[in-house]
């Protein structure tokens, strides 16, 4: 996995979960819905990359 992609894919992650939190915390229920769509971008983006890695090998 390359350094950068994977750690966009992280950092997605982790914007995605603090999104969600304030959210559900704050009762905003679009925040909290696009927090799961940042933390889904970057599943799919770690996904992708751990694809690639295992093809490489």
């Known amino acids: 996995m390359s350094a950068g992609e994977k750690a966009k894919a992280k950092t997605e992650q982790a914007q995605g979960k603090a999104q969600e939190a304030v959210g559900r915390a704050t009762g905003n229920e679009r925040m909290e819905a696009q927090g799961r769509t940042t933390q889904s971008k970057g599943d799919a983006?770690?996904?992708?990359?751990?694809?690639?890695?295992a093809f490489k090998h």
């Open 45 to 53: 983006r770690e996904a992708k990359e751990k694809t690639k890695d």
